[in-house]
Antibody, heavy 120, light 106 residues
């Protein structure tokens, strides 16, 4: 089955760190660009980060630049998001999403999301 | 940052009616706009990319149009499963999303 499964969410205090993972299966992960997108409770979607298939190019939204780091392990079909210096406003459901092969920058496969709650 | 403004915020229609959702960009994004559908508790689903192309498996009642700064998603005849929140997204310069249009049953 073609799918993405996120894990690693939970409750963390402000200033803390968390590492999210995304396990891919059923498709050629090693040739796919990947992204992280989040959604605060009751709010819209916010793109966070992009990584090319070979990790040669990384992009971040200004809201997380310098605090979040995206990485991938193609041998393990895995995508990660290291989140440091977490703030209340980082509370959201975090999705990993695959870039559309023929129009990179659009997202054609999404995970179910993992909830991150930043609170003291 | 390119801002996408969707209208209306909420659209109340009945099954069988035609739905027209709008998305306006703060600057030209060429045709680099996508539309997503999101139902409660679910991840978004790609419907339309590059303004007019239906994604794999998307029914023909969904269509997209527009270029430059003004884009439209049309659902020709609403099915019960179409009532959801719809987002537009641009990839012309980084990626940003609109704030969403909630399509609700009248």
């Amino acid at each position: 089955e073609v799918q993405l499964v996120e894990s690693g969410g939970g409750l963390v205090q402000p200033g803390g760190s968390l590492r999210l993972s995304c396990a891919a299966s059923g498709f050629s992960f090693s040739t796919s660009s990947m992204n992280w997108v989040r959604q605060a409770p009751g709010k819209g979607l916010e793109w966070l980060s992009y990584i090319t298939s070979t990790s040669t190019t990384l992009y971040y939204a200004d809201s997380v630049k310098g605090r979040f780091t995206v990485s991938r392990d193609n041998a393990k079909n895995s995508l990660s998001l290291q989140m440091n210096d977490l703030r209340d406003e980082d509370t959201a459901v975090y999705y990993c999403a695959r870039g559309l092969e023929w129009s990179d920058g659009f997202f054609d496969l999404w995970g179910q999301g993992t909830l991150v709650t930043v609170s003291s | 940052e390119i801002v996408l403004t969707q209208s209306p915020a909420t659209l109340s229609l009945s099954p069988g009616e035609r739905a027209t959702l709008s998305c306006r960009a703060s600057q030209s994004v060429s045709s680099y706009v996508a539309w997503y559908q999101q139902k409660p508790g679910q991840a978004p689903r790609l419907l339309i990319y590059e303004a007019t192309y239906r994604a794999t498996g998307i029914p023909g009642r969904f269509s997209g149009s527009g270029s430059g700064t003004d884009f439209t998603l049309t659902i020709s005849s609403l099915e019960p499963e179409d009532f959801a929140v719809y987002y537009c997204q641009q990839r012309f310069k980084r990626q940003t999303f609109g704030q969403g249009t909630k399509l609700e049953i009248k």
